[in-house]
């Protein structure tokens, strides 16, 4: 296949950045795109330009550091996968692709297509956890049964892989998403529920105070989520904090 | 220096509790005036700086990514072992420990895999209070499986993504630590070197990806988590960062490096598809609890399936040859993963491959579909007659084990797995080898640790399922913690480590060196360009089959790469930015100096042993023969070039286990 790519290039925070374009030849369907990638970056190592940065690590769609933004979709047109599990074979020769970091206040790009999503760190750090002693001196582990639906769903809202591609494809840049999914693994178990309350009003204070705005029920991330957490996670953590707030 | 192992004294299933109550203990108060650095927060990193947090020393901890939670460790799938025997399938910490250092071909310490079967059950008990969902039964309890070279079930997991889920368990536990402001977290910075002051790790010289600054961090003690090295081989299943250079610079300052030859090679990965192709995609070896794994009988039927004239679903039950379940009765697909492995390589090579470049066999679970369906039939009183009933209720029960793993092949071959078998491949996976570690997880650098798949200690020559997860934690959560304060307890006098020592200014200046060259070479060619080409020697030469000359070639050949790298590599930009290509050089330049060291060890390990199968060294019926002579660890001193570096050998003895051929049949 032969395409047009139009990318981002910016060189660090400070700079205004605007969009290049490179035309690329010779792209197999196989391809994933963070491939095609490579193979973009190796030619302009070989004609000494700089390449492009993007951040990517395990390829397998579960770390969650891959984030492009392509053609207007964060992750890409197919659906419910990373953009590292995105192949080329999802374009048509002749196609004209437009690549993007992630954008969001509480994401700054760092450079390029790198942006700095330590913002959900911070929010983690504020609760995203179950205070207990890592001694190793716990309870046996069946002695906390946990209804199979319960666990189910807990592990399905534990899936999140922290990727921001949510809080990207969001008009108002929430992290609602990814917050309610990390507020919902643990509402669901019972080893959560002791600290439940703190936990949902710290974490929803640190993600305002991080600049992400706020949830209009667009639904734009239940749509673009790799993982598909839905925005049930959402009125989860929606019905926490309402419980928590008449308790605090 | 002779190696001590420092293995206690006493019975196999004391050692351990008799070894902590005998080792020195750390003031609460005192651990406040000891600050420890962990390189690495992987599970074991991540819970090792957790765990010595929560007791009280202040922690430094490092990762090269944006945040702790993406370490390589958020890729495993299958499963994590535990001797819990909640089963009641006669699984008891005798039988992990036994597994264990059988399928590792009696090539691990026996103190050590006996305290991680130990210390096995309590891990999962952790992970559950920190809220990891674990698979459960409909009662409420934990469920589990089994996997590849043991006959009970004692794999806990968490669908096709235990490791993402037991890995943001360890993360939440760090973000708590964090949050307290015991750890400082850095995250995006890579070490570069480990700062030796009078004889003891005191710090590390670390870049920051973002700014390119380099910088001093000074402690007590420095541990390392930093993961394994089989990117060696360019393409590999671990994660596009995953390197060898803190373990690498850890040697070349004094720690020995052990049996860095073994690798594994894990059976059930997606085949390569061309040359573009940047890593290797594993497939859970859980699959192969219910896939059949078969390759034609006749060379024509391989020929009309790779002509796109004959599909697999149409070949007879007779035309096909399930080629483990007949050399293998007695373990069938679920032998080891080197048996597995090099049983496909063996079919393939003979030319019974069955994709376009000959090297891939089926993953079936068309048995599987009718097997479930029938149960799922009967259970709803359905027509248990009804083929395609039941082939569509037992798909579902699949679905329901191994979803995200069939949707992952199909994004990534573009072929329906339910429809037609799966096609896999082996493919390097784990790296067995690593630093040397004593029994208190200490280097031959007093303060300088190893934990987790970057020391040697726990798998042998072979790794089973399941087992890297387990001896993670373990470390991390349950031994560290422990053997490391032996140490520090001679430290709460000293005081803050100063940054400004002659040792200091040594490391920072060779690392300066280093990326100074780097960047002013302006060469020819990518760094990618070296890597692969290293990595075509390793899986050549190096790979699942080795032999002497091929090795001793390989020696020379990496030496040489080595020389036209320096000169020819191009690293466009500058140190003083985000710079992924300068990162990457400064790895695989510490790629090229492993990859002649582990040539050498595979040269001088004369016998086949777990994944690496020396031609010269087989039985009559092909199997792996290994030799007497060799039980020992083999622990290389740095001495300048690789391949001149100085043998020890760590003789393992074997007192509560008789050593046998090991079997599968
Ligand atoms: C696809 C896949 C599936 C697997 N499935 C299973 C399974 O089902 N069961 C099982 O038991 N095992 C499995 N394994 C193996 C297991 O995942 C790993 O062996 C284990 O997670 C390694 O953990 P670790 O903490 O030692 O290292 P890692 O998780 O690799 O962590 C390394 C850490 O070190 C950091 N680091 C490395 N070098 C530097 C440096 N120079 N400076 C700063 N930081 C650095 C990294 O940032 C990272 O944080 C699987 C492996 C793969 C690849
Ligand atoms: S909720 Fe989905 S889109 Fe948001 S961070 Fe998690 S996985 Fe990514
Ligand atoms: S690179 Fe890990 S999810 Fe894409």
Known sequence: ?248 | MALDSKIPKGPLKDKWTNHKNSINLVNPANKRLIDVIVVGTGLAGGSAAATLAELGYNVKAFCFQDSARRAHSIAAQGGINAAKNYQGDGDSTYRLFYDTVKGGDYRSREANVYRLAEVSANIIDQCVAQGVPFAREYGGLLDNRSFGGVLVSRTFYAAGQTGQQLLLGAYSALNRQIGRGKVKMYSRHEMLDVVVVDGKARGIIARNLVTGEIERHSAHAVVLGTGGYGNVFFLSTNAMGSNVTAAWKAHKRGAYFANPCYTQIHPTCIPVSGDHQSKLTLMSESLRNDGRIWVPKHKKDVEAIRAGKLKPTQLEEADRDYYLERRYPAFGNLVPRDVASRAAKERCDAGYGVNATGEAVYLDFASAFMRYGKEQAHVKGLDENDEALVKKLGQEVVKNKYGNLFQMYEKIVDQNPYESPMMIYPAVHYTMGGIWVDYNLQTTVPGLYAIGEANFSDHGANRLGASALMQGLADGYFVLPYTIGDYLADDIRTGPIPTNSAAFDEAEKSVRDNIEHLIINNGTHSVDHFHKRLGKIMWNKCGMARNAEDLKSAIVEIAELRKEFWKDVRVPGTNEEFNEELAKALRVADFLELGELFAKDALLREESAGGHFREEYQTEEGEAQRRKEFQYVSAWEYKGEPKDALLHKEDLVFENIEVKERSYK
């Not at chain 1, 994933?32 to 973009?40: A, C, G, I, K």
């Not at chain 1, 206040?105 to 790198?114: E, G, H, R, W, Y």
């Open chain 1, 1 to 248: 296949m032969n395409l047009t790519l139009k990318i981002w290039r910016q060189k660090n925070a400070n700079d205004k950045g605007k969009l290049v374009e490179y035309p690329i030849s010779d792209i197999s369907p196989d391809m994933s795109f963070l491939e095609m990638l490579d193979v973009l970056n190796e030619g302009l190592i070989n004609k000494g330009d700089e390449p492009v940065e993007f951040d990517h690590d395990c390829r397998e769609g579960i770390c969650g550091m891959c984030s492009l933004y392509i053609n207007g979709e964060a992750h890409g047109p197919d659906r419910g996968v990373t953009t590292c599990q995105l192949h080329m074979r999802m374009f048509k020769d002749g196609d004209t692709i437009v690549i993007e970091p992630f954008r969001a206040t509480a994401f700054p790009v760092i450079k390029d297509l790198v942006v700095d999503r330590s913002a959900f760190d911070r929010i983690q750090h504020a609760g995203g956890f179950i205070s207990v002693n890592t001694s190793g001196n716990t309870i046996d582990a069946n002695a906390i049964p946990v209804n199979k639906h319960d666990a189910d769903t807990a592990f399905d809202s534990a899936t999140c892989i922290g990727c921001g591609a949510c809080v990207a494809s969001c008009k108002n840049s929430s992290a609602m998403l990814f917050v309610g999914a990390k507020v919902s693994q643990f509402a669901l178990l019972p080893q959560g529920k002791i600290e439940a309350t703190d936990r949902v009003l710290n974490m929803v204070k640190q993600m305002d105070e991080e600049g992400f705005g706020n949830c209009t029920n667009t639904g734009a991330c239940e749509v673009e989520c790799p993982k598909g957490i839905s925005l049930e996670n959402i009125a989860r953590m929606n019905r926490e904090y309402l419980k928590a707030s008449l308790k605090g």
